[in-house]
């Protein structure tokens, strides 16, 4: 593969409705569309998950936007490249930045595995033809309104729910919930809104049987989580924490979650979450594909990703209407009995759908070689 054009796109996508997190809420969605073309005319799609405001990790769309065009498309201009793990290799020397690095390598992905006549999941070495999926659902100010979505997101057999929760927000939260919904499969996420003083608070939500409560205390710890485990009977699971095969490593070997939350943007690209996947299979650790309110680009990577083996728990990839008025791609990503079918068509398996993607595209860049 030589890749010949890269064209950057920038989108804006609004939210059906606010996602709320300890944080802040989200609704606008202004992302990077990366399109790249090799020397054959062959093409390939990635999506950057950072966001406007670097409230989850340090990257923002004006970050990634300096990377890809200022750093890393230059590097992939000097490539010839036989297997998209060299593109893993050839942005290694420069420092993080690994949402701006995934979105290129999950373009290179694409195309590599259209070219192999492989779908991406199986590209992967990934072999499922379904995977099970759960929702991730935002702090809401109404109980009422949050049961309906709960009910409606059962209907369509959704198999995990998450919940997000912050301090003022969380145990008589989460107690309403399990009392109204007694064997619902739930979790929470704090986004690191605690700190180990929290540690008797927290322990509360032990009487709520959660399957696991996600990043409770800091961004970028491992150490407190790990003391906070031996505190709690809940698993934890990392999210924010964890940026690199070490980082995975390291909370294994310390004890720091009994679950790991693998996303594509946060650990640089598909052949790092490959690598994480493998070492946590290796310690037998569960993983989950996590979710960055991705339109249809970014949700087939996380679809083709979570055909993996080790990828046991249902993750945050909902279906594109749960998000979006109109996705991207074609056919949009539709979840039965909560279930997504892994597509068996070269590359991530969907149409994009130029017009749609123009209806929302707000700048548009093009690099040649
Ligand atoms: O912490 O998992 C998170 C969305 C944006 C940033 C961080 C997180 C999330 C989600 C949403 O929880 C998952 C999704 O539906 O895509
Ligand atoms: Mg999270």
């Known amino acids: 593969i030589r890749l010949e054009k890269i064209i950057v796109r920038k989108l804006k996508m609004r939210m059906k409705q606010p996602f709320v997190t300890s944080y802040g809420a989200v609704q606008n969605k202004t992302f990077l569309l990366i399109e790249a073309i090799d020397q054959s005319g062959q093409n390939g799609w990635g999506e950057s998950v950072a966001m ?43 420092r993080r930045n690994n949402m701006a690095k995934a979105a290129l390598e999950g373009a290179v992905w694409d195309l590599y595995a259209k070219k192999q ?35 409606e997101k059962l209907e369509q057999g959704y198999k995990r729910f998450k919940f997000k929760i912050k ?19 739930m979790m929470v996420d704090a986004n690191s809104a605690y700190t180990l003083e929290d540690a008797a608070h927290l322990q509360q939500l032990d009487q709520f049987q959660l399957l696991m409560i996600e990043q409770p205390l800091a961004h970028d710890d491992i150490i407190d989580h790990a003391r906070l485990q031996k505190q709690l009977k809940t698993p934890i699971c990392l999210d924010e924490s964890i940026h690199s095969l070490d980082d995975v490593r390291h909370a294994i070997e310390l004890g720091s979650c009994q679950v790991i939350n693998i996303k594509i943007g946060r650990v640089g690209g598909l052949t790092a979450a490959k690598q994480i996947h493998d070492l946590c299979k290796q310690h037998g650790v569960a993983v989950w594909c996590g979710g960055m309110l991705e339109a249809g680009v970014g949700r087939a990577h996380n679809i ?8 046991t728990l249902p993750g945050d990839t909902a279906g594109s209407s749960h998000y979006w008025y109109q996705d991207i791609i074609d056919p949009e990503v539709t979840v039965k009995n909560g279930e997504i079918q892994v597509p068996d068509a070269p590359g991530i398996g969907y149409e ?16 040649q070689r």
Do not use: C
Request: overall charge negative; proline content about 6%; glycine content about 4%.
């Open 352 to 367: 994009v759908n130029r017009q749609v993607v123009e209806t929302y595209t707000i700048a548009e860049k093009v690099f």
């Open 304 to 311: 083709a990703l979570t055909a993996l083996p080790q990828f």
């Open 117 to 151: 006549r492989l779908s991406l999941a199986k590209a992967l070495g990934g072999n499922k033809t379904s995977i099970a999926v759960g929702v991730s659902l935002g702090l809401q100010d109404s109980f009422s309104k949050l049961v309906k979505q709960i009910e």
């Open 52 to 94: 406007d405001y670097p409230w989850y990790t340090e990257e923002t769309v004006k970050t990634t936007e300096h990377m890809v065009e200022d750093v890393l498309i230059p590097i992939l201009f000097k490539m010839d490249i036989g297997h998209p793990d060299e593109v893993n290799r050839a942005f290694d020397p420069i």
């Open 167 to 185: 301090p003022g927000q969380d145990i008589d939260y989460i107690r309403a919930i399990r009392q109204a919904f007694p064997t619902l499969a």
